[in-house]
């Protein structure tokens, strides 16, 4: 037999669902790299300054001390005294991990990382619009199978309505 129209409509319910809940996870992972991207320029600016300090303080005698302020918690800041002819800097990676870089090293580490998020930012956006799209065309096939559903039980309900006034 046929499948219902209640059965399709049931079965194309559960595909939107799993769609919507899709969309809602590559949502939020944008949101995520998005938040991300700003933390990786600040950190390749801010190595690249440092860099760049040390390779001008090096050879002229210059001062290679930087006095800043720094972020240690929401309205916390402290007071730091940094020496750039070490060439060392830490970077916090996450999952309570924190590594020791060369300038150069961090550098490169940074830009691999902001290259690939906003490759990763750009697969992700075409990917919810691809899910964006199906999800609408799941609504519209919903709404004609449901639509074709009413037409035909109204069909139905006419000719009993007209086998009815003949046999009578």
């Known amino acids: 037999p046929p499948a219902s129209a209640e059965l399709m409509i049931g079965a194309y319910s559960d595909f939107f669902g799993k769609l919507k809940a899709l969309e ?9 790299i998005q938040s991300k991207i700003p933390e990786i320029e600040k950190s390749l600016k801010l190595v ?3 860099k760049n300090k040390e390779d001008s303080g090096s050879g ?4 290679t001390k930087i006095t800043t302020r720094y972020n240690l918690a929401d309205m ?4 730091a005294e940094i020496d750039t002819a070490s060439g060392i800097v830490n970077l916090w ?11 150069q090293e961090a ?3 940074l830009q691999t990382k902001d290259t690939k998020a906003k490759k990763d930012l750009t697969h992700t956006k075409e990917d ?9 065309t799941s609504e519209v096939n919903i709404s004609r199978i449901y639509n074709w ?9 006419m000719a009993d309505a007209e086998a009815k006034a003949t046999s009578s």
């Open 24 to 32: 809602e996870s590559l949502a939020q992972r944008a949101l995520l």
């Open 48 to 50: 690249t300054f440092l």
């Open 60 to 63: 002229d005698g210059n001062s």
């Open 76 to 79: 916390l800041h402290a007071k």
């Open 93 to 103: 990676l996450g999952a309570n991990v924190m590594l020791e870089y060369t300038y």
């Open 107 to 109: 550098v490169d580490l």
């Open 128 to 136: 919810l619009a691809a899910v964006r799209n199906q999800v609408i």
């Open 149 to 157: 559903d009413v037409r035909q039980k109204r069909k139905e309900r």
